[in-house]
């Protein structure tokens, strides 16, 4: 059992609440997930030709400032690095193949990239969602949507790294309640097609799945659809693109989910009492997503 919870600000002028109007939500779901929590927020892209890098240091008392050094050096290259406890943005012109080559080949047992874009910052830990949020300090957080999951463990270890959200390409991300039953057969078909896992969470799968597909040309909806005759289980995905906000529940639409919408916002929770101090929530539209059914909200 997990909780998923997801934001989407209509109303430009309500983007600087944004960790405000989320962290009620998340904090809603921690009896769904008391073992870690995380979330992707999506904001301002930076500069043109520029890309960031979201890491996560294994060791609380990581040198960052030694890395900093090391990256200038190899790459003749001055970095832009912003430190918030173990998690770390790092900002370069440099070409985004080379970085992440070069930080799994120097720090593959220090360093955990989360993600690689240009409007998306991942946070995500152990810990119930209220030490996580304290921790990075969800409640400044600032943009136009978010993708937020709270983690009870039923399957795989309990760290930063099988936390969600899960992320694959740039600036896409997805968190999941639920449980698949074949994610060893999806990694075996994936793996000779280049495709890298970093754990041995089913969540991984679904996300690395949909990854191969969207490589492959296929649009967000394409490979959701392809998603259904491949991926076995129950489950409710969401999922968070650089102005998107997508949600899909498996055929038999078990795992629980409901909207909230109005003029302001597109709220998402797998339980109404995480939506329930959002503003105006008594006038917005509250629907239960149906199954099989992908629902898409744009920037």
């Known amino acids: 059992m997990c909780g998923i919870v997801g934001l989407l600000i209509k109303n430009p002028a309500m983007r600087d609440e944004l960790g405000e109007l989320m962290l009620p939500m998340l904090i809603g779901m921690t009896e769904r997930g008391p073992d870690s929590a995380g ?4 904001g301002d892209r930076i ?8 890491l996560f240091a294994t060791s609380a008392d990581f040198d960052w400032n030694s890395f900093e050094k090391a990256f200038d050096s190899h790459f003749g290259s001055i970095a832009e690095l912003t430190i918030k406890g173990r998690h770390a943005v790092l900002s370069t012109t440099v070409i985004w193949e080379s970085v992440r080559d070069w930080l799994v080949h120097s720090y593959r047992r220090e360093l955990t990239i989360l993600c690689v874009g240009s409007s998306m910052d991942i946070y995500k830990d152990i810990g119930t ?29 309990v760290t930063p790294q099988h936390a969600h959200p899960f992320t694959a390409g740039h600036d896409f991300c997805l968190v999941h309640n639920g449980s698949l039953s ?4 999806i990694r075996r078909k994936l793996e000779p097609l ?20 969207l490589r492959e040309g296929d649009t967000l909806e394409q490979a959701v659809q392809s998603g259904f005759e491949e991926q076995d289980g129950f489950y409710t995905f969401l999922m968070g693109t650089e102005n998107k906000l997508a949600l899909v529940r498996d055929a038999f639409a078990c795992k629980p989910a ?16 995480s939506l329930a101090r959002l503003p105006d929530i008594k006038n917005a539209r509250l629907f239960e997503p149906a199954p099989e059914e992908l629902y898409v909200w744009t920037i």
């Open 258 to 273: 409901v909207v909230a919408e109005n003029d302001d916002y597109v709220a998402i929770s797998s339980e109404f009492r």
């Open 39 to 42: 979330l992707a927020v999506f």
């Open 47 to 54: 500069s043109k030709g520029k890309v960031k890098f979201n």
């Open 194 to 213: 280049g495709i890298h896992f970093d754990t041995d969470n089913d969540t991984e799968a679904a996300c690395r799945y949909l990854e191969w597909r």
């Open 182 to 185: 074949n994610p060893n057969s």
């Open 129 to 157: 969602p209220g030490q996580v949020a304290e921790r990075y300090g969800f409640k400044n957080l600032h943009g136009s949507h978010v993708v937020g999951h709270t983690r009870m463990a039923t399957e795989s270890a």
